[in-house]
């Protein structure tokens, strides 16, 4: 299967600092993002939740003033799962992008309902942001 990516993204009417310290707290996660909406803890120096399909650890970018804000999921098999994302600057405010990737196996149907989650999750964060 040819790798594919999918590019989620919102206008948010806030500077990309603004956008990029608060997507950056874990601890907002649940607020924003409904994957997370139990909860997401640091347990020994690592960000650790438990979802319906078992706890993942999520390793974030490091802090930056790029606006990068990737993180790695690994679930409970040990799967590792690369999700890129970005804050840019815009006219008026900022954009951020979520590149969806199709993952080995994913049906047409899959990746569109994936897609379509993260496209969710990002307006929640916007509404925040705005509000």
């Known amino acids: 299967m040819p790798f594919e990516s999918h590019h989620a993204s919102v206008f948010i009417a806030r500077e990309a600092a603004d956008v990029y310290a608060y997507a950056a707290d874990p601890t907002h996660l649940p607020e924003w993002a409904a994957g997370l909406a139990g909860s997401i803890e640091l ?34 098999s040990g799967n590792v799962f690369y999700n890129p994302v970005r804050v840019v600057t815009a006219p008026g405010g900022s954009e951020i992008v979520f590149s969806v990737r199709r993952l080995e196996g994913m049906s047409d149907d899959e990746f569109a309902r994936d897609a379509g989650l993260v496209q969710k999750d990002l307006e929640t964060l916007r509404r925040i942001l705005e509000s």
């Not at 974030?60 to 993180?71: I, Y």
Request: glycine content about 8%; aromatic content about 12%; cysteine-free.
């Open 43 to 76: 347990i020994d120096g690592r960000w650790v939740a438990d979802l319906a399909m078992g706890r993942i650890v999520v390793e974030f970018a490091p802090p930056n003033p790029f606006g990068v804000l990737d993180h790695w999921v690994t679930d409970a």
